[in-house]
């Protein structure tokens, strides 16, 4: 075994051994040049991500899962949004249908009425026969049913039937208007179920009035009497 202070071993130039090297360890936990807290050997500095085992490769069958999800959430919507459609539509088509059926029934009315008002005109509508009478009436009033036709009123080709053009001395511009009622008309909301029956005359249109709401059955003249109305000239 040899000795490292015999004839053999190497010198330095300063006379150690040079196989025996001496390491220094600055344990400083503050770096004097920057004057920042170093980490200790061995430790990760803080807030850096924990090294971990690499993220696996994704699984086709989850692929496959997810587009199958999405297609049936696509087919789901599709479904949903035909069913709201069907539902709009069916009801739609129902209140349609209860309109037309009110409308119907309205018009089959209107015959009784035109009795009613006939009735009540000749003086005939009493007793009994006008309890039922004013039932028949209100009923219809509920369901929408309402008149339309008064003397004075301008002439409208869309609710007025003019049967008559009756002469006049107007001059200048003269305005078409309603001068007798021969028949009411009736419409229901927006539905005219049967036009007014009336006779016209032009006047001037200094005139004429502003519209108004008139009451029923003013400016009418019983049927009965105006039969043949080319006959009161």
């Known amino acids: ?34 004057g ?4 200790p050997a061995g430790e990760e500095p803080a807030g ?6 690499p993220a ?14 999405a297609e049936r959430t696509s087919d789901l919507q599709r479904v949903s949004a035909e069913y ?17 059926a009110r409308a119907q029934f309205a018009s089959e009315m209107l015959t009784v009425i035109d009795d ?24 219809l009033t509920k369901l929408g ?8 009123e301008p002439f409208e080709p869309t609710v007025h039937e003019a049967v008559q053009h009756e002469e006049s001395d107007a001059v200048g511009a003269t305005v078409t208007v309603v001068s007798t009622v021969l028949r009411r008309g009736y419409r229901l909301g927006d539905r005219v179920l049967r036009p007014a029956m009336v006779t016209v005359v032009d006047r001037a249109a200094a005139d004429v009035p502003a519209a108004e709401h008139p009451a029923p059955g003013a400016g009418q003249q019983d049927p009965e009497q105006q039969q043949n ?3 009161q000239h």
């Open 116 to 139: 009613i008002e006939r009735a009540e005109q000749h003086g005939d509508l009493n007793g009994p026969f006008k309890s039922v009478a004013d039932k028949v009436v209100d009923t």
């Open 48 to 53: 850096a991500p924990a090294a971990g085992p």
């Open 145 to 152: 049913l309402e008149p339309f036709g008064v003397g004075g």
């Open 36 to 39: 920042e807290v170093r980490t």
């Open 229 to 231: 109305p080319e006959q």
């Open 56 to 69: 696996p490769a994704t699984d086709p069958r989850i692929q496959e899962l997810e587009a199958e999800v």
């Open 1 to 34: 075994m040899s000795n490292p202070n015999g004839p053999d071993a190497r010198r330095g130039p300063d006379g150690e051994h040079e196989g025996e090297r001496v390491v220094v360890r600055d344990r400083r936990r503050i770096d004097p040049q920057t």
């Open 84 to 100: 709201a459609n069907y539902r709009r539509r069916v009801d739609r088509d129902r209140q349609a249908q209860l309109a037309a």
